[in-house]
C-alpha cells in the first residue's frame, strides 16, 4: 500500500516540471525561444501577443531563476540584451512540442 508521503515523492519532480511551465505567459515565452533560438527583448515582446512589459520581466526572471532562460547584455550604447534557452531550457523543447500535440489532439476530442 502507498502512502501519502510515497505519492507525493513520486510525483515530485513532475509537480515541478508543471509549475516551471505552468506561469500563465511561462509556455508563450518558450515558444517564442524555441522558434527564435536568441531573441532581443522588444522582438520577444512583440511575438508574446497581450503580455505587459511588467509581465515579460517578471516571467523572463522566472525563468531565468529557474535555469531555463539566460539573458546577456552588451555593453554597447544603447546597451543591447538577448535571451536564449539554457541548455535546460533547451531539454523542455520536446517536452513543450509533445504538450502542444496532446493538447492539439485532445482540444479536438473535446468538441466531439
Known amino acids: 500500500m502507498m502512502t501519502n508521503n510515497h505519492v507525493n515523492k513520486e510525483i515530485a519532480s513532475a509537480h515541478y516540471a508543471l509549475k516551471v511551465l505552468s506561469g500563465k505567459w511561462n509556455l ?3 515558444a517564442a525561444l524555441c522558434s527564435n533560438r536568441i531573441i532581443r527583448y522588444n522582438e520577444l515582446k512583440r511575438q508574446v501577443i497581450g503580455i ?5 520581466n517578471q516571467s523572463l526572471k522566472e ?7 539566460q539573458r546577456v547584455q552588451y ?3 544603447p546597451p ?6 539554457t541548455e535546460v531550457g533547451l531539454e ?3 517536452i513543450y512540442e509533445q504538450l502542444d ?3 492539439e489532439k485532445n482540444l479536438e476530442r473535446k468538441g466531439d
Do not use: A, F, H
Open 80 to 85: 543591447k540584451v538577448e535571451y536564449s534557452l
Open 101 to 103: 500535440l496532446w493538447g
Open 63 to 69: 525563468l531565468i531563476d529557474y535555469g531555463i532562460v
Open 75 to 77: 555593453n554597447e550604447v
Open 52 to 56: 505587459t512589459g511588467t509581465m515579460l
Open 28 to 30: 508563450p515565452i518558450l
Open 92 to 94: 523542455l523543447m520536446p
